[in-house]
């Protein structure tokens, strides 16, 4: 068996290849992908932002998808639920060592040896293809019943990162006023997370109008436009939530910048939760007596744990019916326009683009 896949092989150049499908190992599974995601980490693998890659590499590690196989021995999923061929999953893509400090002592992700990317020419378990072969060891979660494939798939990574994020950084609590950077699929995790945690004020700061009605609709009680001059957006944030400034802001923008913007724009005895600046390697200044006189606590997240898409997949699916998260995906694409797709997510068009390899 064969099938397509997105395949990038060398920095900013994609091509779409035609690759051979292996059947699952003992312990694995062999998925239709229905959906996979654009991430906005995909934009900065492709552009090199994010550092150098094992080239080839098939792109995608958001997807929901439809069992074709499954290896010996599998009966479940990794909750333990039955699971049958033609069952939809979804899946954590980080391949763990599971034989390491950080994976038997820590407790934590990336472990030492994790495996991100497989070599395109091997089976693989990137989602902008029509198959993802899911090795031994990956965990995949059986979709409710009820799920929409499109409201699991709307938040993609985005939504396991930020249960992450205030997992290891602290929860939101009932009448805290939280400010987010950017309303990318992140922000948008990051509004709806707090507006259901009972947040008094949810602000959301981003450029793209369209991405900003999205942050109403989850949620946000106020936006505020990144075309305006940062010392303008401070002051219409502090209008909204007091003197003594928000008690928690996350950066979800994943632009440099963001970060000094982000410690002038936290309260007193506030939290700074970074999680968006993954893919931007670089520096920024900021002012440490500014970290003192706040007693502000700066913590950042990424890599969300297995439990952490179990989560978001079963948040996702109890709040399909009351907010319009199947709405969030505005773009769709074929494997072989996964540029557009990756030039549609850069750009802000797109709220959250997806691959759909039925569409020729």
Request: proline share 8%.
């Amino acid at each position: 068996m064969r099938g397509r896949a997105a395949v990038m092989v060398e920095t900013n150049r994609l091509e779409t290849w035609d690759v051979a499908i292996a059947d699952p190992e003992p312990g694995g599974a062999l998925v239709r992908v229905v959906l996979g995601g654009v991430c906005g980490s995909d934009v900065h693998i492709l552009s090199g932002e994010a550092g150098d890659m094992p080239f080839p590499i098939i792109l995608g590690h958001e997807g929901v998808g439809r069992v074709e196989r499954l290896g010996g021995g599998v009966a479940t999923d990794y909750a333990g639920t039955p699971v049958a061929e033609g069952d939809l999953v979804y899946w954590s893509p980080i391949a763990l060592c599971r034989r390491c400090y950080s994976c038997t002592v820590l407790e934590e992700t990336p472990c030492e040896n994790t495996q991100f990317f497989e070599d395109a020419s091997k089976p693989n378990w990137g989602s902008y293809a029509d198959f993802a072969w899911l090795p031994n060891g990956m965990p995949f979660y059986r979709l409710p019943d009820h799920a929409q494939p499109e409201a699991v798939a709307a938040l993609g990574c985005a939504l396991p990162t930020v249960l992450r994020g205030f997992d290891r950084c602290g929860p939101v609590k009932v009448g805290d006023s939280v400010v987010v950077q950017g309303a990318g699929p992140v922000g948008l995790s990051a509004i709806l997370v707090a507006a259901q945690a009972g947040a008094r004020d949810v602000i959301v700061i981003d450029a793209s109008p369209v991405r900003l009605d999205a942050a109403r609709k989850l949620g946000a009680t106020a936006t505020v436009s990144l075309a305006d001059p940062p010392e303008e957006r401070r002051r219409q944030i502090y209008d909204h939530v007091g003197k003594a400034g928000p008690d928690i802001v996350v950066e979800a923008a994943g632009a440099l910048p963001a970060f000094p913007e982000g410690v002038d724009l936290s309260g007193i005895h506030s939290r700074y939760i970074i999680l968006g600046l993954w893919g931007a390697i670089g520096t920024q200044p900021i002012s440490p007596r500014d970290l003192t006189l706040k007693n502000l606590t700066i913590a950042g997240a990424s890599f969300p744990k297995p439990k952490h898409y179990y989560q978001a997949m079963h948040f996702a699916a109890r709040l399909q019916d009351e907010v319009p998260l199947a709405e969030l995906v505005t773009h769709r694409f074929s494997i072989a326009d996964a540029q557009q797709a990756l030039d549609a997510t850069r750009n802000g068009t797109a709220v959250k683009a997806i691959i759909d390899p039925q569409l020729s």
